[in-house]
């Protein structure tokens, strides 16, 4: 845990896919850290008739990646099942129905589920955290502590009527509605004054903000190590495996919902993302770049973290505009001129590195940057005309761009 690679792993994984009125993208990265240990979940349209119901999810592995992969593939069944199985999550759905199942629900079509049937799809999210939290408790690997791994989990259960919001440790969801950070979850840090008092009473400490000097985050699957305390239930742990469960209700202003890890928002706040993501939304109808956007910002913002990102766009999210593509466009043309320029200048007295480019062109007024992204969410532009410029710079042996700030 906490080792780096001499160079960022940039291979990303990708997926998209669209349905129930959604559209979604998918882009995960290793980045700088030697092993990979984040999971996700894409599931448009559920099993047992809940075709209108979706589920999306982001667990962040940490001291191994078998819990968050164990989770990204079962914590949804155990969800349905938590909740009374599919029945009763129909009854939550209200309107239009359940597609290949009977069709018909309580409540009819296009109604709103009575306020009792929404409870019941939280403490159903509930009790399918906690099942599934005892169930991988029994896997003998992770019994007899050949794995201690654990994971966050960060998910969004969409009905037809409502948004569910699904928190445990530190990833975190955003809502965008109306342009602006409408919702985001909590992270679940050990120097929370709920979380830090479950700690204490729980017979531990808070030192350097970690759980017993050692974990940083107080809500995970897994993490056995910190779930024996005698004649404490499962969520008076040092560690907890509760997720804090928002409902809300759609809005025809939605416009996209984002699932990330903290090796995306160590380098952006919830409104850089926001509008960072609006922003490339104006350019671009291909989610996975959407998000390969996004995770190479960050890589180059520095984060040194694995990095996993799962953007939904809801009917309303913003279209590709012709006057945003224009002006992005012109944009790049305007950076590659100006890299063009910096390398002619420098001349005879050889080739300036591309962190040396970098640190000219941060320096510089650069009008119409993206939003929330700024010139790290153009590196890839920059690097294109310098190698291009520069077509030996692999053979050189020139690394020096991978300590770049930017
Ligand atoms: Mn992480």
Not at 21 to 27: D, E, M, N, V, Y
Not at 133 to 157: C, I, Q
Not at 196 to 202: L, S, V
Not at 324 to 346: G, H, W
Request: charged residues 25%; glycine residues 12%.
């Amino acid at each position: 845990m906490g080792a780096f690679l001499d160079k960022p792993k940039t291979e990303k994984h990708n997926a998209h896919g669209e349905g129930n009125g959604l559209r979604f993208g998918l882009s995960s990265m290793q980045g700088w850290r030697v092993e990979m240990e984040d999971a996700h979940t894409a599931a448009l349209g559920l099993p047992h008739g809940l075709d209108d119901w979706s589920f999306f999810g982001v667990y962040d592995g940490h001291a191994g990646s078998r819990v968050a992969n164990y989770a990204s593939k079962h914590l949804l069944e155990h969800i349905v099942t938590g909740a009374g199985g599919a029945e009763e999550l129909r009854r939550a759905g209200g309107g239009p129905g359940g597609g290949g199942g009977t069709g018909t629900v309580e409540g009819g079509q296009g109604t709103s589920p009575e306020p009792g049937a929404v409870d019941a799809v939280k403490s159903g999210i509930r009790a399918g955290f906690l099942a599934i939290d005892e169930h991988m408790r029994s896997f003998t690997d992770l019994r007899n502590g050949m794995d201690r791994s654990g994971s966050t989990a960060v998910g969004v259960l969409l009905s037809p009527h409502h948004l569910y919001f699904i928190n445990c440790g530190d990833s975190r969801a955003l809502l965008c509605r109306r342009g602006r950070v409408c919702f985001s979850t909590l992270d679940h840090k050990p120097c929370n004054p709920r979380e830090k008092e479950r700690i204490q009473n729980a017979g531990g400490s808070v030192m350097i903000q970690r759980v017993n000097g050692s974990l940083a985050v107080s809500r995970a699957l897994g993490d056995y190590d910190y779930k024996c305390v005698d004649g404490k239930g499962p969520t008076e742990q040092l560690v907890s495996p509760e997720p804090e469960v928002f409902e809300i209700a759609r809005a025809p202003e939605d416009e996209f919902v984002v699932l990330a890890c903290d090796g995306i928002w160590d380098v952006m706040s919830n409104e850089e993302l926001c509008e960072f993501v609006r922003s490339r939304l104006e350019v671009s109808a291909d989610l996975e770049h959407v998000c390969n956007q996004l995770v190479d910002t960050c890589l180059h913002k520095g984060s040194r973290d694995n990095m996993s990102v799962v953007l939904v766009c809801l009917p309303n999210a913003p279209q590709v505009s012709e006057e945003a593509s224009k002006k992005d466009a012109e944009l790049d043309k305007f950076l590659e001129t100006r890299v063009e320029e910096i390398i002619e200048k420098a001349g005879e007295e050889g080739m300036p590195d591309l962190v040396h480019v970098m640190r000219i062109l941060a320096s510089e007024n650069i009008p119409n940057l993206p939003p929330g992204g700024g010139l790290a969410s153009k590196h890839s532009v920059i690097e294109a005309v310098y190698t291009r410029l520069n077509p030996h710079r692999e053979e050189d042996g020139n690394g020096a761009d991978l300590e770049d700030p930017w």
